[in-house]
């Protein structure tokens, strides 16, 4: 998760705020399913509302996502996607009212934001924010040596990190130049996008949600983010994309497509869905 618009920094500091939330009783997950593969993200009866209005968003949100899977949800403004997006990863706006998650067989909702980040849980900002006078490099630096702290392993000099990070600004077609540059400040549409995905790339985060990533892309930045986005993938790791248009999942191809209505899943297919909605609308498919 990233801590930045949460009022906590990438290393998960003493400026990190939990999500406000009530207590449920959490039963871990983490089973396999008849192709044998493990249940990384597990979603049953999720709640929420906004917590300075008391505005309920989310209404019974249930949602499996296995190790090498690849979901999409689909909706309407207004229907709960980025607002399941920041339920998950800890957004103090937010809390939680019934419902449990589980990720990696973890109750997620005893989990600060900033150990959600480390456990492998990553978002995509729909808007990423400017944070003036920290460079890419220092950023990115800390939030990949404080992900590696939390496994117990050795962290990266400076040297070391460069050697890290330059193969996946590569990737990326990225300039190397863009380390030099504040997080974000001045930055096109477009490169704030390719900087969220390498910053997926840097932190190599099991669990990815991409929320509008798509958005202010143009064709060809939208293929290089996509290529990125698949050269990341493992057998062990899933992606979770919150999108509004046809043509992302042309590039990353959802296993399950999934459309949010007044703040729960009500259908769940695959890339027949995404074609139904091209041909009529959400009307087609609206079952409130």
Do not use: W
Not at 27 to 54: D, Q, Y
Not at 95 to 119: C, I, N, Q, W, Y
Not at 174 to 185: A, G, H, I, Q, S
Not at 226 to 247: F, I
């Amino acid at each position: 998760m990233r801590g930045a618009a949460f009022g906590c920094n990438r290393a998960g500091g003493p400026g990190c705020r939990m999500m406000r939330r009530t207590t449920v009783p959490c039963r871990a997950s983490g089973s396999s399913n008849g192709a044998g593969r493990p249940v990384l993200l597990e979603v049953k009866g999720l709640e929420a509302k906004i917590a300075a209005t008391g505005q309920q968003i989310l209404r019974g949100v249930d949602l499996t996502v296995r190790e090498g899977e690849v979901h999409a949800i689909m909706g309407k403004n207004g229907s709960g996607k980025s607002t399941l997006s920041k339920v998950l990863v800890g957004h103090p706006d937010y809390e939680v009212t019934a419902g449990t998650a589980t990720f990696k067989g973890r109750d997620l909702f005893a989990l600060e934001p900033e150990e959600r980040s480390h456990d492998g849980l990553f978002l995509s900002f729909q808007s990423p924010i400017e944070i003036p006078g920290v460079s890419n490099v220092d950023f990115l630096r800390m939030a990949c040596n404080a992900r590696r702290k939390s496994k117990g392993q050795a962290e990266l000099d400076p040297l070391e990190f460069y050697a890290h990070v330059v193969p996946k600004l590569e990737m990326l077609k990225m300039d190397p130049t863009f380390l030099n540059r504040n997080v974000n400040e001045g930055f096109s549409g477009g490169e704030k996008k390719r900087n969220e995905i390498l910053q997926l790339a840097v932190l190599e985060s099991e669990m990815s949600i991409l929320d509008e990533i798509d958005s202010g892309l143009d064709i060809d930045a939208l293929r290089d983010v996509a290529a990125a986005v698949n050269g990341l993938k493992r057998p062990d790791t899933s992606v979770l994309m919150v999108t509004h248009y046809k043509r992302l999942l042309d590039y990353i191809r959802p296993e399950y497509v999934h459309i949010m209505e007044a703040g729960r899943i009500t259908q769940t297919g695959g890339m027949d869905l995404v074609d139904q909605l091209e041909a009529g609308g959400y009307a087609t498919l609206s079952t409130a």
